[in-house]
């Protein structure tokens, strides 16, 4: 049985990728071009946004199996990014719900994410981009960092076992990762062997208990964004 075939088990013998349990405020909803269609995109961001603030852009779970822009762990990092005075957006990637097209194994859908932030781009030219992804979505934002010229990279549970991450670039912007020591679809081993063949080692946040899909953790993944990344927060009291 190959990798992709025991993933695709797991999913399915214990869980889809779930939706979110709470609507983010969202600031637009919107329809916008992309390489295969349309591209369907929500913003958030809290009440003293400034448009120099830094914009982050967050990569959603496996199309194939529930994974959305309205995923949990998606909804939990936009909340952390909000919190932090940051503007926030997620998409759907191509053939996900109002989104055009067909999966593409991360090849497409690192395409759909850099028209995700040129969009964005033009709309606020003087924005930091902050690039964050779970799962497949952290495999896309890997690939696609050096190419959006993203200043900072949150990986939440690689895949590291299910897509060649030989070929990706190496990181040497600030980054972080976030992984569950029981993660029962990517073998947690196998992330702290990836990680320790970096030649840039990220913060790492090790959640011992908790598994792929971060059950009963998700205000902790919230606490390991807000903390570690403090220093790095907009001054909200100029905003």
Not at 32 to 42: F, R, S, T
Request: with cysteine; glycine share 8%.
């Amino acid at each position: 049985m190959s990798s992709d075939d025991i993933y695709y088990s797991e999913l399915q013998a214990r869980h889809l990728y779930d939706g979110m349990e709470e609507d983010l405020c969202i600031g637009e909803e919107l329809l916008i071009p992309g390489p295969a269609g349309e591209l369907e995109v929500l913003t958030s961001c809290p009440d003293c946004y400034a448009e120099s603030n830094p914009i982050a852009v967050i990569c959603h779970p496996h199309p194939l199996y529930g994974g959305s822009m309205r995923n949990k762990v998606v909804h939990i990092l936009a909340e952390a990014f909000n919190s932090m005075g940051l503007r926030t957006v997620t998409f759907n990637f191509r053939g996900v719900e109002k989104s055009s097209g067909r999966y593409d194994r991360g090849v497409g859908e690192t395409e759909d994410l850099a028209a995700v932030v040129d969009y964005f781009r033009r709309r606020y030219p003087e924005a930091p981009l902050w690039l964050a992804g779970f799962s497949f979505g952290a495999y896309v934002a890997l690939r696609g960092h050096q190419r959006v010229a993203a200043e900072r990279l949150l990986l939440v549970a690689p895949p590291v076992t299910l897509f060649d991450f030989s070929a990706l670039p190496e990181v040497t912007i600030p980054w972080m990762v976030i992984q569950g020591g029981q993660d029962e679809v990517i073998a947690p081993a196998a992330v702290s062997h990836w990680l320790q063949g970096r030649e840039h080692r990220p913060l790492l946040r090790w959640m011992a208990d908790a598994d792929h899909f971060f059950h009963g953790r998700l205000n902790r993944i919230r606490e390991a964004v807000t903390t570690l990344w403090a220093d790095a927060a907009p001054d909200r009291s100029t905003a």
